[in-house]
């Protein structure tokens, strides 16, 4: 189902990372549901969560848990959002933490809770308390494929990438997960990722890495503008392959590697968005700002009439134009916007372009990844983001069954 | 297929405004397609239009025309948009005027061309121009029904209306006709709608009332958030009745029922939406301002992930939170949220309400009409905005023919 994009093979271990999967029967039957995350003492850890006013309880919990110390767990269960679930909600995220704590004889802040699944249900209690010794006992830093498989929802394929890097001529790890298909337009972070790496980076650096990477990865794709009440985001830096990240140099290789896995997870789970035959990008260029390149992009991808255009293969470019033509730009002068569908141009300064021929944008349409290119004429800023079509299977995933 | 709307019967003649259409074949055969309309010199008009940047060759034209003199006829064509044309565009519809002037003696300026149906093709002006004749001399009174069908495109059913009230004990009459199904997210206006009255008001009186009432009923409405290039609304008072509106008593009346005249024509535009299954109104209440109101129904109406379970008439009210969460409201305090499904309340004070069950939300969602109620506890402000649900049918309306 997934555009161009296939389960990942091996994932590497990152030394200082440890993973355990169950199946707790949250919602899900004969399969894993529950992963735990554990981390060496010396690992720091950056997040990024939604920001959704009606974010969920384990979000409250995770983001008061960083701020108090550092994280050595993390508990994440799919099937079930813990979301809109009020003061009881909240409370089995804390009661979550205080039994991984008593386990491994931390203080319950020194465990993050993380959620994906339906919104508004009660998570049970019981059901994660009596999997944590058993999550303790097969800890293995080898299991990041089956974690990748626990956190799934509506995903159809395991989202996971690997990537070594020589610095200072020492060999430094990076692996990530995530999940994700559907209540898709991350702000701030997307569903739920978690990347690893052996580097040592301290926290702060490390959060700064985060943020301007998210924004070009995480908080650059949508499937359906529905931004989640569970969004995290979460990158450890384990320290134990001995390379100190600091200074410029090794910072940039470093910065450039893990720009790599997070727009790989990205656009992996846009390969597998809900009902998606096409891969999107959207590239807006000349634009007066990057905030009004986004806006723009932004506008054409949640547009129902062009996402249902894509998955005909229609090249009705029209419907981009009207999607352009109503995007919050100040003074948008048509006469200097260019249309391109791939490489063939369709509208230049505003008028249909005469060598266009609709032959030629039904064939760039029949392919399953397809570049929309749009420039403003306004001034020297662009932006990128990805997106898939909407399709008979989206509604029926979204209205058939709840999600 | 409408929800709760089926075609007027009789729409009552407004003296001053005469009527013709005809086949003209521009996409559509063995239907009419375009229509002539008449005003009595003494008629005042007043429109707005579409804020899309790329607006349509006829808007440019009409806008241009309206400023330069009083309109004394209105040419519609239904099936070609005549958007994205560029400056060919822009000439058709310069010589569709003008041919309509020359047949009436009048200066082209006196005409205002409109359009609807695809976007991005050209419109053969010698469709239009073989047809003038016949439209001129089939012009009459009793033709509001055959035009409100002559203007239709992916619309199910005619929508029109009249309306009758004494004011200072003469009769005055409003009739309206609009069009519109998809590409629905007004901004000013609608898609295309006419209304005539045979009262007489004041232009710039006339344009008073026309963007007040616009404002709370063809700019309360959405289907899929994309605004159109050619909406239009056009409001004519032809002065035949000889009452004057002008003093506050009248004017109340007048606008009360004019009102009431476009509201019903913008919900009929709903009801017939792509592929509706239910008619959704959305009301927002105790908003810090109006426009805090608006942005938080707009942003819950423009939720595919909302829109799919009300077709699937299922309560998955964590869909709405989510919405309402990431709506741009500023420092939303979630414990004075309230939702409420039609009469029953599922969230008190950002809690789930401990007396909802799925059953009653169930039952709610089984009717075709449903009233989602969302309370922000923020300040006095409230906005009431219509929509449709997503549906199979939508998906396929816009991927399976180019509309």
Redesign the interface.
Known sequence: MAVGLSAPGALLPVPGIKLATAAAGIRYQDRDDLVLIALTESTSTAAVFT?????AAPVITAKKHLHETSPRFLLINSGN?N?????AGLEIAQLSCRAVAKEASVTPAAVLPFSTG???EQLLIEKINRNIPALFSSLNKSNWLSAAQAIMTTDTVAKGISRQVEIDGKKVTITGIAKGS??I?P?MATMLAFVATDAAVEKKLLQTCLQEIVGKSFNSITV??????NDACVLMASGMSEIQIKDDAALEIFKQVLAEVFIFLAQAIIRDAEGATKFITIQVESALNKNEAREVAYTVA????VK??L??S?P????V??????AP?DQ?D?AKVDFNLGDICV?RG???APDYTEEKGQEILQEDEVLLRISLGRGPESATIWTSD???E???I???Y?S
Chains 1, 2 share one sequence.
């Open positions: 920001q959704n006013a009606f974010c959002a979301a809109g679930t009020g003061r339906v919104i508004g559907g209540m337009c702000d359906d503008g529905d931004t989640s009440t949640h547009s129902p009439l249902t255009a998955f005909a229609d009705n470019w029209g419907r134009l009207a999607a352009v033509g109503r730009v948008l048509i509208i505003g008028e249909p909407l399709s008979h989206y509604v029926s979204n209205a058939d709840r």
